[in-house]
């Protein structure tokens, strides 16, 4: 018997009824005997980052993001684009890891889901590709025009999208492998 993969998907949206937290939900669908998704529900709890703070002195809701991301075999990130950038609360969240290294050679998978996302996209790859996230580069997606592609139940209906997101979900548990075995 296969173990599942803990996966830890991160939603870079706010919004209760966002395609982005619907997509998060049909992967862990799609995926459902290969991984164990929970998905961080409090980015917006996050404090804003602030480099003077020291890890002893910092809130509960960075140490918690934190310890999952530590915690999990690898990292699904799941954001909408907003003013053709990354969305304040993922990016402040993620500088909170930019000091402790949680990213540091962990397996994530980037999809940036959103009407357009071509700016945001780059502007998070690159953010991750300086922290170390692994494998970034084979491990990102843009879909643009999502709401298009997935229904109100949270089914991808766009078989394109469908198939692109099945080959990065297997493509992530095989990196998850490879990074088990260095």
């Known amino acids: 018997m296969k173990i599942r993969k803990r996966i830890l998907g991160i939603s870079g949206s706010t919004r209760v009824n966002s395609s982005n937290h619907k997509l998060l939900h049909a992967i ?30 910092i809130d509960n809701q960075v140490t918690i993001f934190r310890e999952l ?16 950038g990354i969305p304040g609360t993922l990016k402040n969240a993620i500088d ?14 980037l999809i940036t889901a959103s009407t357009e996302g071509t ?14 996230a ?18 109100q139940d949270g089914e ?11 080959r990065l979900g297997q493509q992530l548990i095989v990196t998850i492998d490879e990074a088990n075995e260095e």
């Open 134 to 151: 692994k494998n970034i580069d084979q491990l990102q997606l843009l879909v643009q025009y999502i709401r298009s592609k997935i229904n």
């Open 28 to 57: 862990a669908t799609i995926f459902t005997d290969q991984i164990e998704l929970s998905i961080f529900d409090g980015i917006e709890k996050i404090p804003h980052f602030n480099p003077d703070i020291k890890d002893a002195h």
């Open 96 to 109: 909170w890891t930019v000091g402790s290294g949680e990213f540091s050679g962990k397996p994530t998978l």
């Open 69 to 84: 991301i530590s915690q999990a075999d690898g990292v699904i990130i799941c954001t909408p684009e907003y003013a053709h």
């Open 156 to 166: 991808i209906i766009d078989k394109d999208t469908l198939s692109a997101i099945t």
């Open 119 to 132: 700016s945001g996209h780059q502007a998070l790859l690159e953010v991750l590709k300086v922290i170390e």
